[in-house]
């Protein structure tokens, strides 16, 4: 119960977070209430020490890879994949810039206020996307998985105009690290480890029999062909192939997996 002005009032939990708040080996923060407009949110800090990922006891590996057509793209030891469609972050980033676009041009102190209040609200959606997306990930592979994810320090992106370019590239980094931290402590929490490695020819090489060619990729159809033993199929499902592979080659014993030039077949 909560004290308000002149009474006392009961506040629901909700139950997915209670076994968090009474576990006994849960330490809690300071608690701090927030209102967003006509809601009211308590927010509890918990610190749980849980069980370190062991490699020896790992059952699962899944490759992601990330980007803007497909926000993800997973790929596993059943050799499942699975793609996560990006056209509807798409088309809710457009909504923001266009409204980004029209309180720049109106210059004003009021138009500057909504401004900041609106980078608040497309950085809090898009914090909710990214914990869905993790949550679904940790959820269904469970423990003793190693989630492969490419660095994106150096990613670049194809937005024509410059201003909007810079912008996109700010959002689409952050919103990449942001899925990346929200997956770590998720699968931690499951016994279950995230691999950054090298993203450096993950999207060339082809997943079957090794050879790397840029040629293999054709960008206009999202489409792998591989002039060397004729494996076709999806673009993004070979990136999410290699990460994959490069999981298996950490598993066994290569503890920094990275594709070279020189790795091609005979």
């Excluded at 608040?120 to 003793?144: C, F, I, P």
Aim: glycine content about 6%.
């Amino acid at each position: 119960s909560l004290n308000v002005l002149g009474k006392r009032i009961k506040v629901p939990f909700k139950a997915d977070y209670l076994a968090y708040l009474f576990s006994a080996n849960a330490k809690l923060g300071t608690a701090k209430l927030v209102q967003l407009k006509k809601h009211w949110f308590l927010h509890v800090p918990v610190t749980i020490e849980v069980s370190e990922w062991e490699k020896l006891r790992n059952q699962h590996i899944v490759g992601i890879d990330r980007g803007l057509r497909q926000i993800m793209t997973i790929y596993d030891e059943k050799g499942k994949t699975k793609f996560f469609n990006g056209k509807q972050v798409a088309y809710q980033r457009k909504k923001y810039a266009y409204l980004r676009k029209r309180l720049q041009s109106a210059n004003t102190k009021s138009a500057k206020r909504h401004l900041k209040r609106l980078a608040g609200r497309e950085n809090r959606w898009m914090e909710d996307v990214n914990h869905r997306l993790s949550k679904t990930l940790a959820q269904h592979y469970g423990a003793n998985t190693l989630f492969v994810l490419e660095d994106l320090t150096n990613v670049s992106f194809d937005e024509k105009n410059k201003g909007t370019r810079d912008r996109n590239r700010d959002l689409h980094s952050w919103s990449f690290y942001d899925l990346q931290v929200k997956l770590t402590y998720k699968a931690q929490a499951k016994q279950s480890q995230v691999l950054i490695v090298s993203a450096e020819y993950t999207s060339q090489r082809c997943p079957k029999c090794g050879q790397i060619c840029k040629e293999n990729r054709n960008h206009a159809l999202h489409r792998y062909n591989c002039a060397y033993c004729g494996f076709r199929t999806n673009d993004d499902r070979v990136g999410a192939m290699n990460l994959y592979e490069l999981g298996k080659q950490y598993l066994t014993g290569n503890e920094h997996p990275k594709f070279e030039l020189n790795n091609v077949a005979d």
